[in-house]
């Protein structure tokens, strides 16, 4: 019998892996001081303050990511300073609340009689969701309950306006989030009025009459049926859940809301909204989701287009995409196990997300594209937010407090457990303490990975017991081997949708060896993503790399990569230590041509050696070109 799966706690995860390890002490250490300034700066952390200007209906949202993000690392080791700044912004958010509960700086100091008016176009209930993920993060990193309780009554205070209730309004976010936020606030209070009100969002969603037509024509306007159609599949809002069948409109929005509703299906056992989480997972993954594990193929909209329209120069694939995504694929984890959505969690993860940030914590991309010429961004996309190199901070500061948060509690994406099982789904060096039962089982992993597919799992049980340690099995490996205490176990009788479940009585010295062995793989797209026809992606592992041309050169769209050509992974002291891919490639002499833009002579192709870099990794050391798909010959 399978028990429900619950994520372990980041603070009960310690990495020591040269991929992450580095990543989360920057992040702790630089990428939260930093964000914090900018908060300060731009007047984030003092809106409430009637001297600040410029109140923004959002700017509530990145404050509280940063406090979730300060907590969870606060949770996983004490910092004085940081405390002091997290308790800091939370007094004031706490003595800003209303009487009725009601907590919103935007409202509050800019539109105070504009309260509920606009769910569709404002950001009311997002911004309660992010403060309610903030309040939890920070009871569960300390026992702190002030900005819990607060949210707490603004939950209520929700509760009271927006139900089937005499009296209450049928409305719902206009940007998701407000959905997992409610299950968070219920699985740390217990309160099932906050599950029963997730529940309610996610059911009303989509209904008609179209709620945002009810708020609207209350303002005065008149939508027609046309701009309806296109805004309200843009919110997620043009059918009922459980009726959709593709996802639609902005990809942030739509995975938020996606993962409140696998929420909603594992806490409250709904079939009908299970069947649509996979459906909507499954139009995702095999139709609209980049290689790269990014998502939203439209800068108009942020959004999703239609299936297998994924360009590379022009995509969006915005960080907090990836991350949602992320939060997606890791609750359909717990709902069911099943390797497929912890491939894509892996993806994302390697690619989609880490890609966002520079190395040294201080710069981030808000769009991810998969091929990039400066010279051409500069004349054709305009704004901060599409540059061909990664900016130190927006004026939507969605990205950087997003990916902060992420980092700080990465360890709960790791594994899972239940009464009776350990289910590890990343592999990284470090140790994890896992509540199996009634005692806890210590797991320590001795691996190189991303770059090596060696792990080894050493498992300490607080007394011998017997528990399935279920082992993901990823999909880019072709033959996995498990080794229990040197004796090599057989896949064919354990293995079951890409995990390998090993039960037994497990004593203390016990050794699990898995071998992920890593090659390098050429990925090519479906045909009908036109972007990517006749062309390769270089994969090794869960890493998927790119072309940059300061080790290249320039025009690297006229590089080819011939089908037999030999490629070798190996270990460069560049970028932190990665492993790089080399080969050799073609392209085109550049004799003969002057002036000419075009001739009939066809030119000779000459041979070219290239190196491939991990696309996360790129524009780390120099601006320039980049590119991920290229030309087989």
Not at 369 to 378: F, G, T
């Amino acid at each position: 019998m399978q028990h429900k799966l619950t994520p372990v706690a980041d603070c009960a995860v310690t990495f020591r892996d040269p991929f992450w390890a580095p990543r989360r002490q920057v992040n702790r250490k630089v990428t939260l001081a930093r964000e914090y300034e900018l908060l300060r700066q731009t007047g984030r952390l003092d809106a409430f303050n009637p001297r600040v200007k410029g109140v923004h209906q959002f700017w509530d949202s990145d404050t509280a990511k940063w406090i979730e993000a300060a907590s969870d690392a606060l949770g996983a080791a004490p910092d004085p300073v940081l405390q002091r700044r997290v308790d800091t912004v939370v007094r004031r958010y706490v003595r800003s609340q209303q009487a009725d509960g009601y907590l919103n700086s935007y409202y509050q100091r800019v539109a105070p009689d504009k309260r509920w008016t606009n769910l569709r176009d404002m950001h009311e209930l997002y911004c309660a969701g992010h403060l309610m993920e903030a309040a939890v993060a920070r009871y569960a990193a300390g026992g702190r309950d002030d900005l819990l309780q607060a949210l707490c009554r603004y939950a209520d205070h929700i509760g009271t306006v927006f139900g089937t209730g005499k009296g209450q309004k049928r409305g719902y976010p206009g940007h998701p989030e407000l959905e997992l936020a409610l299950v968070r606030l219920y699985r740390a209070t217990g309160q099932k009025r906050y599950l029963d009100l997730a529940a309610y969002f996610v059911n009303e969603r989509g209904r008609y009459p179209y709620y945002y037509d009810i708020e609207a024509q209350a303002r005065g306007e008149k939508p027609s049926a046309e701009k309806r159609g296109q805004a309200y599949q843009q919110l997620q809002a043009h059918l009922p859940l459980r009726e959709q069948a593709t996802a639609e409109g902005h990809a942030v929005r739509a995975c938020y809301l996606y993962a409140g509703m696998a929420d909603v299906a594992a806490e409250t056992g709904d079939a009908g909204l299970k069947r649509a989480c996979r459906r909507l997972w499954k139009n995702i993954v095999t139709r609209r989701m980049y290689v790269t594990g990014g998502i939203g193929s439209s800068f108009a909209g942020e959004r999703f287009t239609v299936d297998y329209d994924l360009p590379d120069e022009g995509a969006y694939a915005e960080t907090c995409a990836s991350i949602a995504l992320v939060f997606f694929a890791r609750r359909m984890l717990d709902l069911e196990l099943d390797g497929a959505y912890g491939d894509v969690m892996e993806t994302a993860l390697y690619n989609g997300v880490a890609a966002g940030v520079s190395l040294d914590g201080t710069r981030f991309f808000y769009a991810n594209r998969l091929a990039v010429y400066p010279a051409l961004m500069e004349r054709r996309i305009s704004g901060q937010h599409f540059t061909s190199f990664r900016q130190s901070w927006f004026g939507c500061a969605c990205c950087p407090p997003n990916i902060a948060r992420l980092y700080a509690s990465l360890g709960a994406y790791v594994a899972s457990t239940a009464a009776d099982r350990i289910a590890l789904h990343l592999y990284a060096a470090g140790e994890i303490e896992a509540p199996v039962g009634d005692g806890v089982v210590r797991l320590a992993l001795k691996t190189d990975y991303p770059w090596d597919g060696e792990v080894a799992i050493a498992v300490t049980p607080d007394r011998p017991r017997r528990f399935t340690l279920a082992l993901r099995l990823p999909g880019w490996c072709a033959r996995p081997v498990v080794r229990i205490n040197g004796r090599r176990q057989p896949l064919a009788r354990i293995a079951r949708a890409g995990y390998a479940y090993l039960e037994r009585e497990w004593r203390a010295g016990d050794r699990v060896d898995l071998s992920l062995p890593m090659a390098v793989e050429r990925v090519e797209a479906h045909p009908s993503a036109r972007q990517a026809a006749g062309q390769v992606a270089l994969r090794r592992g869960p890493v998927v790399y790119c072309l940059e041309a300061c080790d290249n050169g320039p025009d690297l769209a006229d590089l080819a990569l011939p089908r037999r050509a030999p490629l070798v992974a190996r270990r460069s002291p560049i970028l932190g230590g990665c492993v790089v891919i080399k080969g050799r490639a073609t392209r085109r002499s550049r004799d003969g041509w002057k002036d000419s833009l075009y001739r009939t002579a066809r030119s000779p192709r000459v041979p070219a050696a290239f190196q491939a870099v991990p696309y996360c990794l790129w524009n780390n050391r120099a601006e320039g070109e980049m590119r991920v798909w290229l030309r087989e010959c």
